[in-house]
């Protein structure tokens, strides 16, 4: 049986792969992109099978992400699967960045990287209520949220936020055949983080794991496609950790 899946933030890198992944199982996914208009219709290009459709909307609206789970749910003849993917990350360093700029960035990373994935949630969520055919959630989160990010704080935090919610949405939506987790990776090689991981810091940052690199996008991919899949119900309310042991947790 195929699925209406709608991935946000999948106009390119994570995203992408996440979209391509649930497309090459044969299902139906809605694309969701913030600005990048001309990406995400190239995403919904690049995917194999019919019934794609790219969808725009600011995250940190929540009428616009209202309208945008409404809209997915027509465009894709249901929705099944919701990937929280998209993410602001802008660095705001305490002891250089000056007070507008930190509240700027506390108030829009919040927005879209945990208001936003919690608005998108309570609606898609009523939505697999009203269909009474259970569904489930997917959100992306960081290693960040565990180890702290000293540039980017409200990443970090904004992580560690929608990782808890997260394990709320499992506790409170499993009666309704919901099923919620989370994965948490490390650094991931895609467009946001190129400059980095071709500058001085890459070797750095690719020693961080003992594997002597980052992770590809599909490899993220590949832990939200098991956790959207009926064989990982029982592990709602799970972070799973994708960062190749950069990172351990006790």
Not at 16 to 34: M, Q, S
Not at 97 to 113: C, Q, S
Not at 190 to 202: S, Y
């Amino acid at each position: 049986m195929t699925r209406g899946v709608l991935v946000t933030g999948a106009s390119r890198g994570i995203g992408r792969a996440v979209a391509a992944a649930f497309a090459a199982d044969g299902d139906r996914v809605a694309v969701h992109y913030g600005t990048r208009r001309a990406d995400a219709e190239e995403t919904v290009r690049s995917l194999p099978g019919e019934g794609h459709t790219a969808l725009g909307a600011d995250l940190t609206d929540p009428e616009a992400v209202r309208r945008l789970v409404a809209d997915a749910a027509e465009a894709l003849g249901g929705i099944d699967v919701l990937v929280n993917n998209a993410a602001e990350m802008r660095a705001h360093p305490p002891a250089t960045t000056g007070w507008d700029d930190w509240v700027a960035a506390w108030r829009t990373t919040l927005d879209v990287n945990l208001t936003g994935a919690a608005h998108a949630s309570y609606c898609a969520a009523r939505h697999m209520i009203a269909r009474g055919a259970g569904g489930r959630i997917v959100n992306v989160g960081s290693r960040g949220a565990f180890r702290g990010e000293p540039d980017h704080p409200a990443y970090g935090a904004s992580k560690a936020g929608l990782h808890a919610l997260g394990q709320s949405l499992a506790v409170a939506l499993a009666p309704h055949g919901i099923a919620v987790a989370s994965v948490a990776p490390g650094f991931v090689d895609t467009e946001r983080v190129a400059d980095r991981l071709g500058g001085a810091e890459g070797a750095a940052i690719r020693a961080q794991s003992p594997f002597g690199r980052v992770a590809a996008p599909e490899e993220v991919a590949a832990a939200v496609r098991w956790l959207a899949s009926p064989d990982a119900v029982w592990s709602s309310g799970a972070v799973l950790d994708v960062n190749g042991a950069s990172y351990l947790r006790t």
